[in-house]
């Protein structure tokens, strides 16, 4: 994906290289980290991934998980 921008000189081009993830976030900001254990408690709505958005077994919270209306049953 190229993106050009004005410039007084001319253009200016940039190129997305790689899509922006939450690879290196703790948790992926889903959850929070036990520094003791190493491991995230994921906030309700998220899950373990396989890094690539599906569920999985990395434990980072990177897995948007199904929220049944049970789950909010108390709110």
Known sequence: KEVVLG?????LGVT???KG???HTTCSG????????????C??????????GNAGTLRD?????PV?????HDF
Do not use: M, P, V
């Open 7 to 11: 410039d007084i000189d001319g253009d």
């Open 16 to 18: 997305e290289l790689t």
């Open 21 to 23: 993830t939450k690879e």
């Open 30 to 41: 889903r959850g929070i980290c036990n520094h003791e254990t190493g491991l995230c408690q």
């Open 43 to 52: 906030f309700t709505g998220f899950a373990s991934s396989d890094g690539q």
């Open 61 to 65: 919270c990177g897995y948007k998980s």
């Open 68 to 72: 049944t209306l049970e789950e909010y």
